[in-house]
């Protein structure tokens, strides 16, 4: 078994999020979202294939939602019920593929 994930405190909060720039923070399920968007679907297909090897390897997994070049991505830790630092890598890695 693995460690209790905990939510992210105020102050985790206040220093992680803004440097997110293109997420928002919905409250009411404690999660962040962004939308890409991609030239075609090939590229918003390759581009989920890289963030889903990623993901699985954190084991800690996208919910998502993808039409043809648009791919909405929503990180929230099931486990703790709330925004968790698994959640801040996730979406950093995902930033670095999307370059
Ligand atoms: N992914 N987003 C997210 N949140 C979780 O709590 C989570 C996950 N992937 C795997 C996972 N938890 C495992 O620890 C099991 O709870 C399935």
Known sequence: MSDPVERLTEAQRAELLPALLHWRHDSERDSISRDF???DFG???AFMTRVAAIADRMDHHPEWFNVYNRVEILLTTHDARGLSLRDVALAQQIEAVAG
Do not use: G, I, W
């Open 43 to 45: 590229t918003a297909f």
């Open 37 to 39: 968007l991609f030239e």
